[in-house]
């Protein structure tokens, strides 16, 4: 077991800047949430740890290691031999292959003897996946979706698991479900970096957190310290009582 | 009534080889996005190399060196150019396919000149009778053994890690590639796959009742563009279909062409073509083809 560290990062697409000099740390075995709005750069933040930079035509600079060992310049496909593992956001399940299959394709990476080892303790923590096996992965619903999403993950065996707003349009039920489930994950010993923008339920699960803003760490600290604060609250949701006249008048100035 | 049937046989058969071209071409575009236009030449190398070495080796061993060296071009060609190739649009990677096929083609015409290469096949012109039927025997081995390739492709692509993979990339490569799944390999496989499939359709494009392996053999190949098309380009399924389609058409209408006058001499050669423009103006994404969806 290893830290997760990211150390000066620095990431382009083409002409744009997506992320400028961000820094952080997932002690292992830890919960880490990273929080902020649209477009501050948290996925690229997973694209850059996870080597998938390419598929959108990005390029980074600095490093993420992992103990002694660069992720940095690695395929994606490497990043997961290396025990990394990511959960992209809105699921991404292969949709036209069966809830089995799916699993499969998580696991392919490993020897077969831990395939089967990892495939019990998948649908042990997700049983409907074990009743669907058959059924084909577009036809579950989104909360189904995201367990096979998760379970996908952890076949590969993951010492890291990094996770894209894995509440994301699900009902409110199901979004504490899944919160649950991290939290068990997270027991078993596996570090999770939680990338979420349901900001309570991230801090709730968390004992560390990041916020991004415009692609850098605008704020970090114990989760517990943040919750406490009004900080996030303030800089981030802008749904304290106080600023309501100001967003009022601001929405008014820019649609006039 | 026996003509017919003798038809069907025939159509059936090189439909089946038709087939083997036009799953190649379907596998490589699953895995690499890319539509093939080098097919035909991969078709052409491993012919070549059959039809020049079992003089030498034998039949048996020929096929075999020429199977895998079919296979080793193909995957060549994935590493040299079309991996490195950094492109932002897969119609360009097509078009660099046509330039690999010029490449390859133009060497292998120049190789063969006039010649028409003999196979060396060890069933020679025998003939088989089924009651009043008469199918050459080289018709049904090569039915027989399309049927063969195409199952055992069919139920690793189902059932084996590598068919998971495969079919994981080209359903999401980055997805796939999330999971661990190394695309540079899948790919390579793909094109390696489809390069040996085209070398086993060459040897039976290439026996009797055909003369032999000639410059324009690679020209026969392009019948299995149609029936990839038709087909549906990203459905393994539509490619069987679709070489059958196209086998049985080509044969029915070059064996009735005496009663099909006012089409013209050589209505067979067009058929497949004109099969395929009436099919995709039903159906544009072909017959089993993903319709592309796009969300408003």
New interface residues.
Partial sequence: MADLVVRDLVVGYGPVRALRGVSMRVPSGSIVAVLGANGAGKSTLLRAISGTLRFHRGACRGAVTLGDRRLTGLDAASVVARGVVQVPEGRRVFARMTVEENLRAGGLGRPRRDYAKAHDQVVELFPVLRDRARQRAGLLSGGEQQMLAIGRALMAGPTTLLLDEPTLGLAPLMAARIAETIKEINSLGTSVLLVEQNVAMALSLASHAYVLEVGEVALEGAAADLRAGDEVRRRYLGVADAVEGTLETRTLSRWS | MTTFVELLVNGISIGAVYALIALGFVIIFKATEVVNFAHASLLLAGGYLVARLWPLVGFWAALLIGVAAAALVAAAIEFLVIRRADVASHSVLAIVTIGVDIVITTELTRQIGTDVLAMGDPWGSEVVRFGGVTLAETRIVALVTAAALITAFLLAFKYT?WG??M??AA?????????????GRVSMSAWAVAGGLAAVAALFLCVFPTPGLDRSTSLVALKAFPAAILGGLDSTTGALVGGLVIGVTESMMSGYQNDMVFLGRGIGDVAPFLVMLVILLIRPAGLFGTKELARV
Wanted: charged share 30%.
């Fill in positions: 890690g998971v993979a079919r994981a359903e999401d490569a980055e997805t796939a590639a999330l999971m661990g799944v190394r695309l």
